[in-house]
Each structure stands twice: as C-alpha cells, then as structure tokens.
C-alpha cells in the first residue's frame, strides 16, 4: 500500500513569491492534515479536513495561507507572499476513520524562503 | 507551560545500552499517548500506541504512561545503530499534541 505522497520535496523561493505544496493521502483514509515543523520543534497543525470539510484551521495563518481538498482527496497548501519566517518542514498526514488519532506521514517539502 | 515537554537531549549512547526518553504532559483529560520516531529528512513514523496506563511492550521497545502524574516514558532495549532519530511524544484529546522531540544518538 502506497504511503502518503507529498511533492515537491523541497522548494526554495525568494520571499513575496507565491509557493504551493501538494498531497495525496493514503487510499481510504478520510481525515487529512497539514502541519509546519519549524526546525527542533514538533509538528505543528495547520489544518485538519474530515473529507471535503476543513473542520479545524484554527492555526491557519488565514491572511497568508489557503489550503483546499476537492473530492475529498488530494490536497494543497498555499502561501502567498511567503515571508522569511515561513521557511521549515510542512508535513500531510493522514487517518483512516477507524483509527481516527493514528496519524500517517508523508515525508513532507522542505521550504526554504531567501 | 507548553502541553506536552520533553528535553530536547541530544542524548547519546553507546550500542546496546539502554535507552530512556521521557516526557510529561499537563492535560489530564488527555485519552491516548503515542510515541513516533522521526529520522533525519523523513516524517514521522507512529512507535508506540496506548490509551491507558501501564506498560505496553513491542520488541525492544516499552512505552509506560503514569496518568496520575501525567508521565510518559519510552524505553529502548538493546539499542542499536538504527535507533539514531527524533523521537516524538505525542498524547491528545480532541486534538493531538506533539512534544519537541528527543534526539537520540546510538553510537556502534
């Protein structure tokens, strides 16, 4: 069974510039997250979909940040302007409904804002 | 006071000791206490999973939960090479927390 895939792996961009994050969760799995892992830090939430649903974004930047999961599947993450302090690791997670608080990972996309 | 803490290490050993990692938490409420190991440059990778106190074993390693004073420990047995990671302390209610991370060294 295919894991979460997230792409690109990484990205470096000059800040003001606009940089979008993409991810395919594992088959199945109905709740998708985003969290940002600044460097000797935890995973931080973003934003947590239940299918199509953002049902926590909280913690979502929302001046800069916008995210969207159409057909309850794929999703993507956008920054727009990136700034200086938007740089670290942003990770997509998954769960599968009977499982609901084991979270899957993909590798996540390295950004790295200049 | 940050929910879920746990000392950033890095924590070094040699081939075959045995490892602890530690961390505290200060939500009773919280339901269920996990820990995933995070290598360099991967996400992170779900350990050890639990929802009540007490020990639960899987091979070399031993995740122990003391809810009433809000504890969590991993111990690694026999530790090797490969257990060199972050290891994440993750516990949660409605939502789920992430301490910082332990930074394990296993030296052969």
């Known amino acids: 069974e295919a894991g979460v895939v997230q792409s690109p792996r990484y990205k470096i961009i000059e800040k003001k510039q606009p940089v979008a994050f993409w991810c395919n969760p594992i088959s199945g799995h109905n709740t998708l997250y985003w969290y940002r892992q600044n460097l000797g830090q935890g995973p931080e939430l973003l934003i947590r979909?239940?299918?199509?649903?953002?049902?926590?974004d909280s913690q979502l930047p929302k001046d800069r940040f916008s995210a969207e999961r159409l057909k309850g599947v794929d999703s993507t993450l956008k920054i727009q302007p990136a700034e200086l302090g938007d740089s670290a690791v942003y990770l997509c997670a998954s769960s599968p409904t009977s499982s609901a608080n084991i979270q899957y990972f993909g590798a996540g996309t390295r950004l790295s804002v200049l | 006071q940050k929910e879920v803490e746990q000392d950033p290490g890095p924590l070094s050993v040699p081939e075959g000791a045995i490892v602890s990692l530690n961390c505290t938490y200060s939500?009773?409420?919280?339901?269920?206490f996990m820990w995933y190991r995070q290598y360099s440059r991967k996400g992170p990778e779900l350990l050890m999973y639990t929802y009540s106190s007490g020990n639960k074993e899987d091979g070399r390693f031993t995740a122990q939960v003391d809810k009433s004073s809000k504890y969590i420990s991993l111990f690694i047995r026999d530790s090797q090479p490969s257990d060199s990671a972050t290891y994440l302390c993750v516990t949660g209610g409605f939502k789920t927390i992430f301490g910082a991370g332990t930074r394990l060294f296993v030296k052969a």
């Open positions: 979909y239940e299918n199509e649903e953002a049902v926590d």
């Open positions: 939500n009773s409420a919280f339901q269920y």
